[in-house]
């Protein structure tokens, strides 16, 4: 048996980063998707009702907005695969509830560290948001930061990464690289 790979998708703001991971998870039997989105407001209920749109039943879903690695562990066995939704939210969460920070909080390094033996196959979504101007004020550039170190942790981990352009996907690292 192969070990549990670990998938990384990236792009910016409606890139097609979800679609491409929803393809990825697709092949699998047993699917779960791992909401890390709150519905804090109208806008972002209705980003969170287009996505359950989007994937319908084909996917179990579990919510957590901070614990990522407490919810690994928790995936029930006979799980092929988990599509983790994404990560610059969860790390937009932890901002909100733990204040800004210039290092990494400790989620970060307890997730990172689960990423390392995962209980299936895992499909992660983030959003590359250093790519565009840096940002006037203090606390959305360490949002920034955060994020930057947080994705280059994931993909150094990850088995394949993608990045997603115009509904596009480039790959980075795995297959016919």
Not at 36 to 64: C, N, P, V, Y
Not at 141 to 147: I, Q
Request: proline fraction near 6%.
């Amino acid at each position: 048996m192969n070990s549990p790979k670990v998938i990384l998708v990236t792009g910016g703001s409606r890139s097609g980063k979800t679609a491409h991971a929803l393809g990825i998870a697709e092949p699998y039997t047993t699917r779960i998707y791992l909401a890390t989105a709150e519905a804090i407001d109208s806008e972002m209920k209705d980003r969170i009702a287009r996505h359950q749109a989007e994937r319908g039943d084909r996917f179990q879903t579990l919510e957590e907005p901070v614990d990522l690695a407490g919810a690994l562990q928790q995936i029930p066995e006979g799980t092929d695969v988990v599509l983790i939704d994404c990560m610059t939210v969860w790390l937009g969460n932890l901002v909100h509830k733990k204040g800004v920070q210039s290092e990494p909080y400790p989620e970060v390094r307890e997730f990172i560290q689960a990423l390392e033996k995962p209980p299936c196959d895992v499909v992660i979504v983030t959003n590359e948001v250093g790519s565009g101007i840096i940002p006037h004020e203090a606390m959305t550039r360490a949002y920034s930061d955060l994020a930057g170190w947080l994705n280059q942790d994931i993909a150094n981990i990850a088995n394949e990464v993608y990045l997603v352009v115009c509904g596009l996907p480039l790959t980075l690292k795995g297959p016919g690289k």
